[in-house]
């Protein structure tokens, strides 16, 4: 998942705390924080790591 995704979502968790009681408000507003905040730190898993691409394995590196 992106940072857009995580983005929207916290956009759209909080068009739906307006419309909630402040208990659930309180609750959805935390969420929408932490939307954003996955947003601005991805995981180490969802960033692309540079790695070599690996050489083909050919006959001639088979040792007889």
Known sequence: MNEDFYRARASQVRDIAERADPFTKQRLLKLADN?????????????????????????SDRKA
């Open 35 to 59: 939307y954003e905040f996955r947003a601005r730190n991805p995981s180490r898993a969802s960033r692309p790591t540079a790695r070599p691409i690996p050489l083909p394995f050919t006959q």
